[in-house]
């Protein structure tokens, strides 16, 4: 079924997306694990940050894991940049989320974005990130199968290069959400407003506008 006129659909990414999920991790568990770690987020330029913490993936994962299902993870913040503009404009469009995560944290997940964001998200997909002693059935194992599933995808907002990449070559209108690890992204107020079909000069906006470019790295989901 057709959507109504006027309502495109936007797919957003949670972690680090509509939450600051990384930041509250580094502060309220890393850093606790390791009292020594003198790391700021600003200073977290790779996403695992395996090089800046001096980390092996196998502790990074176990670490994050760990937190995803903590209690301090039920009360990390929603971007407030994000929450005010949902305020404002959120009901022009249709939203869904997308993220990667183990399932066993995907309810509290769902949960957050619900408490949050459940005045305009109707949907919440996700890709399992693999864990050795987890099996579960084959369905999409990227985002990008994921978003072909959905069908007609305006708008997709990530904080991973490569699923944003993907998704630009697909012919969708995707933007790299500003993180550390990614200096080269536009404004969250550039994308937004690019998003509301507000470009700086009048007229259609230029072919591949607002699309990342196609990058080297392989259109798999993130497997934190």
């Given at each position: 079924?057709?959507?109504?006129?006027?309502?495109?659909?936007?797919?957003?990414?949670?972690?680090?997306?509509?939450?600051?999920?990384?930041?509250?991790?580094?502060?309220?568990?890393?850093?606790?694990?390791?009292?020594?770690?003198?790391?700021?987020?600003?200073?977290?330029?790779?996403?695992?940050?395996l090089r800046e913490l001096d980390s092996t993936r196998a502790e990074y994962l176990a670490s994050i894991d760990r937190f995803r299902l903590a209690p301090a993870a039920r009360d990390i913040p929603a971007n407030p940049t994000l929450l005010a503009w949902f305020e404002r404009a959120g009901g022009r469009f249709r939203h869904a989320v997308l993220t990667?995560?183990?399932?066993?944290?995907?309810?509290?997940?769902?949960?957050?974005?619900?408490?949050?964001?459940?005045?305009?998200?109707?949907?919440?997909?996700?890709?399992?990130?693999?864990?050795?002693?987890?099996?579960?059935?084959?369905?999409?194992?990227?985002?990008?199968?994921?978003?072909?599933?959905?069908?007609?995808?305006?708008?997709?907002?990530?904080?991973?290069?490569?699923?944003?990449a993907a998704a630009a070559a697909s012919g969708i209108r995707a933007f790299l959400f500003p993180q550390p690890w990614n200096p080269e992204a536009r404004s969250l107020a550039a994308i937004l407003a690019e998003i509301e079909g507000e470009p700086r000069r009048p007229g259609r906006p230029r072919p591949g506008a607002g699309r990342a470019r196609p990058h080297a790295l392989p259109p798999l989901a993130r497997t934190s």
């Open positions: 079924m057709p959507r109504p006129r006027g309502h495109k659909l936007i797919v957003w990414d949670l972690d680090d997306v509509l939450c600051c999920f990384t930041e509250a991790w580094l502060h309220q568990a890393w850093k606790r694990e390791h009292p020594g770690c003198a790391r700021a987020y600003g200073d977290l330029r790779s996403h695992p940050p990667a995560r183990p399932l066993g944290a995907v309810a509290p997940a769902a949960a957050w974005v619900f408490t949050r964001f459940g005045r305009w998200v109707r949907d919440f997909h996700f890709v399992p990130s693999r864990r050795p002693d987890v099996r579960l059935p084959h369905y999409e194992t990227t985002k990008l199968e994921v978003l072909r599933r959905l069908g007609r995808v305006d708008f997709f907002v990530d904080d991973a290069r490569e699923n944003v």
